[in-house]
């Protein structure tokens, strides 16, 4: 663990964590706040679950576009821009009590979501040198997770108070202050897009993007599916507050594999760090279908949590030594969008697969995408075998060297 006290102990890492939480606990709390409020307007369960899918697919659809604007124009001004318009946004739906204009400020929200996440990762490598990135990953992964978790408790626990404005409120101003608070930092306020190669070609033609965007749409469906099949399958059985259990040591799990994934030497290569911990994922996913929500339920959502956590550092790692110069961040938001989409077609099936067939065959069918994603990946692994490559320690110092560089 003296990895993690070394790395808080670099300049700005501590800002780059904290300013951004709270933007992040937004992020985590703006679903179900969405939800509640549409709900609360409308008597409609339809028309809330409407909301939140226009707005999840607005959001997904235009992640690339947010993330090529930050590698063209840089933090400062689109975060300025963003943040503020998002935060009178989400005061205007508050406000909002006609039904259509919900969801078209919804729709609109998702469109304009400051891309926080994605402005985050790329300052890493200004802040720690290269043989700290990932554990600079885990800690990243860690906190997401946890404003993940932290968020919907809390957006739940406001929407339904004597006040439940206060729920859409709270995350403005959560929003407002994390994403300006970022913004503020100076790694943020001077960070430089990289110069793009002069060999650079489209990020949609690069194969290695294409490989990892085929992979994202059967585990966007798959985790879609697995979204709406625990609650459904919960709900059938009459114990709905048991999706908080299985959910809630899902979240929990998710943060210790983030912090364990930035244990492991990174003298292991990024790929089979992930091929490996992919593989854990996929065992601990197939008994899913076979579950009860319960105990079985709770148990392999935590196994499935922990591997999860670990994987997003290691695909983190994977998509950096794999991306084309000039792309930390578009890179990244095409992929969630393509991830993003499939995800919202999964949640939108999975209820009518829960409902006419089962929720089991809901959760069976995560399962089967999650074996079909790791077997895209052995297939195209040739694709990825840049982030097979451990680099020296010259290497380290010469990568180092050429990310100060100003861009022309």
Sequence with gaps: MSRYAELLAYPHAKSLILAALPARIAYGMIGLSIFFKVQDETGSIAWAGLALGLNSVAGSLTAGIRGSILDKFGQKWPLR?????????????????DKSLLLIVAFVMGISAPPINL?????WKSVVPDDFLRVAYAVDTAVMNFAGVIGPVLATALALSSHPGSALSTAAACMFIGGLSLGATSVSRNWIPEKKAKDHIPLWKHRPLQLLMIEGCFIGFGWGLFDIGVPAF??????????????GAMGIANVVGGLVAGLVSKRIPALVTMRRTYAFWLVATLPLAFTYPGWSMVIVGALSGLAGGALQVFYWEVMEAVRPKG???AMMGWLWTVEGTFMSLGAASGGFISEHLSPRACLATTSICIIIGFIILG????????ANKVPTSAEDIAAMEENIKPAI
Excluded: D, K
């Design 81 to 97: 821009i963003f943040v503020p318009g998002y935060a009178l946004l989400i005061m205007a739906l508050n406000i909002t009590h």
């Design 119 to 123: 402005s985050v990762r790329p300052l």
């Design 234 to 247: 919960a709900t059938l059985e009459g114990v709905p507050h048991r999706t908080a259990w299985i959910l």
């Design 327 to 329: 792309s930390p961040t």
């Design 379 to 386: 297939l195209g692994s040739n694709l990825l075998a840049a």
